[in-house]
């Protein structure tokens, strides 16, 4: 598949249709990941892949983040609001959901550079996914149920969780977002 091929049609899918994913396929796609680039290369990553009955005890964690969703009723709106709540209480039937962590490190620069890798790799994560017709969404680890996820994920100490990926086979039809274009500028 052409690079440009697989970022256009990038798209978060919070549908799926159940069927299982080839754990030789989700090796593959933590192999993208791990060509990001990372200061000095310290790959600061780790990706926490939940499966399995260890998929539904992530699942049963963010369900309960349904009860903190009218927090951002402004910004999703009445349908925005339906939407979420029905993706929230089961994760759109992914069976995969993938945790993504970082070593903390105190120096604001360091932990900046990290923050940046851990969303390289998770792009390359994505486009892979793209490219073995797969499907996925990005997620915010919720503040209300960190510490939750970070005990389903099993994160070590003096990790943080930075985000989640559901993944699976796609079930919905994915929408085409508007892109702004107005993003750079030439400077002479
Ligand atoms: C860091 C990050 C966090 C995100 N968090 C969420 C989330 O918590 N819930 C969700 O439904 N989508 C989440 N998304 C997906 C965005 O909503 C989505 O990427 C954006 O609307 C653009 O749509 P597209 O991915 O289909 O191009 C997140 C994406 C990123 C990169």
Known sequence: MELMDAIRERRSIRVFDGRPVDPAI??????????APSRFNVQ??????????????V?????????????????LGAEGMEHAARFYADLGTAPVVI??????????????DD?????AALQNLLLSVVEHGLAACSLTAPEWV??????????????????LVVLGYADEEPVEKDRHTDV???LR
């Open 26 to 35: 989700i090796d593959e796609l933590v192999d993208a990941a791990t060509y």
């Open 44 to 57: 600061p990553w780790h990706f926490h892949i939940a499966i399995g009955a260890a998929r539904d005890r």
């Open 59 to 75: 699942g049963q964690v963010m369900a309960m983040t349904t009860a903190h969703l009218n927090e951002y009723v402004d910004i």
């Open 99 to 112: 945790g993504i962590s970082a070593k903390y490190v105190e120096d604001p620069t360091d932990w900046l």
């Open 115 to 119: 923050t940046i890798a851990v969303g």
């Open 146 to 163: 960190r510490d939750q996820l970070v005990d389903a994920f099993e994160i070590p100490e003096g990790a943080v969780i930075m985000a």
């Open 184 to 186: 750079a500028t030439y």
